[in-house]
């Protein structure tokens, strides 16, 4: 099979595989669930998550783009803001096929989760598009872009509501949009989006940051077992910006990465991985697989021997169907909800150590606030300063999960949930709202 052959496969099976609504609507409910569960460990009444647990605002749009070839084609779009108690909310938009407002819903809740674990003044947001960024050309995605930000310009803004990159979106992509804020509201506004290039007013640090994250979350779980990371044997799931970028970071740890894996499959070398080649070969989708033959299935690719296994592709790779068998001692969710419920409940039955998501990848939301405080003071930082603080907000973090988890006797995703959950509860008592 030439290389063209499998990329057309893969792109097939990214379209096939992805989640359709059903999937979206079960990730909402089972966020629904922790959240209330979470709640009710804390002893908040039942008003309290009848406000959560669903967002307080949600805008869907028609988007109407020219395409290259003339015709008009018209995209269906969301934002959701899920609570704004304590302040703008904040979240990605992603470009995807599979794109639902169920999802986009249930993103958005994780994300206030994020912001309340790291004590950032937000509440969580998240849009999406409904479109193949993969068959569209640059011109077709920028005028999408910009006609996104048309359609939600009235509720977004550095102090209502500020954008990021998320799936198949760029710095590009935040130059476009911001550039289209600005045309709208007429004067330069940086603080409304983040994720920005550097030359427009990004943060230094901010590409690899939500990766950097991942690896210090590594680092730190394998040290709650005894061990040290560059000990370990790590096998990584999706080769796109975070999957390759802790891939990088981890080589240039010294870790051994004996595993990475994209759309068409996995390459497994239990000697270790060329990572810097790997890098070279890969495209700007992340795939890597269609310059090898010998590539293992997705499904049997995860249950390969290593020591830490970190999912960085899409929602509900860990079931409990392959549980069982996941060889890993700790898991690092560096993607949005790779685990089932009811994989999580093999898992804790079995001892495997699982950082939760909402804690693992919050790296990137961290410096998107640290863009967003740059941008509002005029000053910007190094991205020796912006790793500074970003590694030591993720070992903070982390420390508080652990020692909730101890003191209430609960995993590590119950005591996340209830930690980044409980800032929105006591902001809406303190409002009236509750």
Not at 26 to 52: C, N, S
Not at 275 to 302: A, C, K, W, Y
Request: net charge negative; charged share 20%.
């Amino acid at each position: 099979m030439s290389a063209s052959d499998q990329q057309v496969l893969v792109n097939k099976r990214l379209l096939q595989g992805a989640n359709m609504p059903a999937a979206g609507a079960k990730i909402l409910e089972h966020t629904q669930e922790a959240v209330h569960q979470a709640l009710r460990k804390l002893g908040y009444p039942d008003e309290v998550y009848e406000l959560l647990k669903e967002p307080i605002r949600v805008l869907t749009v028609r988007i109407p783009v020219k395409m290259d070839d003339g015709h008009v084609e018209v995209f269906t779009g969301y934002r959701a803001q899920h609570n704004d108690a304590i302040g703008p909310t904040k979240g990605g938009i992603r470009f995807h096929p599979d794109v639902t407002l169920e999802e986009v819903k249930a993103l958005s809740i994780w994300m206030s989760l994020k912001c309340g674990i790291f004590n950032l003044p937000y509440g969580g947001a998240k849009g999406g598009i409904v479109c193949d960024p993969r068959k569209m050309s640059l011109g077709e995605q920028e005028r999408l872009a910009r006609g996104y930000v048309r359609a939600v310009s009235q509720i977004v803004g550095p102090t209502k509501d500020i954008p990021a990159p998320d799936v198949y979106t760029n710095a590009q992509i935040m130059a476009w949009m911001y550039d289209e804020y600005s045309r709208i509201r007429e004067y330069d506004s940086p603080g409304f989006i983040t994720g920005k290039p550097v030359v427009l007013g990004g943060s230094k640090g901010r590409e690899r940051a939500t990766a950097l994250g991942v690896c210090i979350a590594a680092r730190e779980a394998v040290r709650q077992l005894g061990r040290e990371l560059k000990d370990c044997r790590v096998l990584i799931q999706g080769f796109g910006n975070v999957g390759s970028n802790v891939a990088s970071i981890l080589h240039d740890m010294g870790v051994k990465v004996v595993g990475v894996s994209d759309a068409g499959g996995g390459l497994y070398d239990e000697r270790g991985l060329d990572i810097p080649r790997l890098l070279e070969q890969r495209d700007s989708f992340g795939m890597v697989t269609p310059h090898f033959r010998d590539v293992m299935p997705n499904e049997q690719f995860l249950l390969q021997p290593c020591d830490v296994l970190i999912p960085a592709a899409l929602e509900n790779q860990i079931t409990a169907d392959n549980a069982e068998q996941i060889q890993a001692s700790v898991l690092v969710e560096a993607a949005n909800g790779p685990t089932t419920p009811e994989a999580d409940t093999i898992l804790e039955r079995r001892g495997v150590l699982v950082v939760p998501d909402v804690l693992a990848n919050a790296g990137g939301v961290t410096v998107s606030y640290f863009e967003w405080v740059q941008n509002l003071q005029g000053w910007y930082w190094t991205e020796e300063e912006v790793n500074r603080r970003l590694e030591a907000w993720m070992v903070q973090s982390l420390q508080t999960i652990f020692h909730t988890a101890k003191t209430y006797h609960v995993g590590l995703r119950l005591a996340a949930y209830m930690v980044g959950i409980r800032p929105f509860a006591e902001a809406m008592r303190w409002r009236g709202w509750v």
